[in-house]
């Protein structure tokens, strides 16, 4: 239950809820597309645009891949969580030196409609 008691559901992001991952990654989001983790180094990662985030996001897809979940709350998109194989995140790699581990996951990023901040 969420608060106020209203149901919350997590789907994990499939073609069926893709235009939902568009819409919360839209507006001030639409740049990083939730691709940071995929690229080989977050060196010139400010440099980036979000035409290069969006066509990378699209090869993510067209790979199959479906790293994360759709968070709603009473029916209404309230948010996106990034959780996926780490060894697939490139960036993890390079950055921390992490030994691979087929077993770990990662939480790469959690987004919250602005709608639904602040309310715990």
């Keep these: 239950m969420g608060s106020g008691g ?4 997590i789907q994990r992001l499939s073609d069926a809820n893709r235009n939902d991952f568009a819409r919360i990654h839209s507006g ?16 010139g990662w400010g440099e980036r645009t979000g035409k290069q985030n969006a066509e990378l ?3 993510i897809f ?9 968070i709603y ?6 948010g996106w969580c990034q959780a996926w194989k780490r060894d697939d995140f490139s960036s ?3 950055k921390f030196g992490l ?4 077993g770990a996951w990662m ?3 959690l987004l919250i409609s602005p709608e639904f901040r602040g309310r715990g």
């Excluded at 709350?73 to 309230?78: D, P, R």
Aim: glycine letters at 10%; aromatic letters at 10%.
């Design 57 to 59: 996001r699209e090869q």
């Design 28 to 43: 001030d989001h639409a740049w990083c597309q939730c691709v940071a983790w995929w690229v080989s180094s977050w060196d």
């Design 99 to 102: 030994p691979r581990d087929s």
């Design 62 to 70: 067209g790979s199959g891949v479906r790293d994360g979940f759709l």
């Design 92 to 94: 993890i790699q390079t």
């Design 6 to 9: 209203e149901t919350v559901t």
């Design 107 to 109: 939480i790469g990023c």
């Design 73 to 78: 709350q009473a029916g209404k998109l309230a």
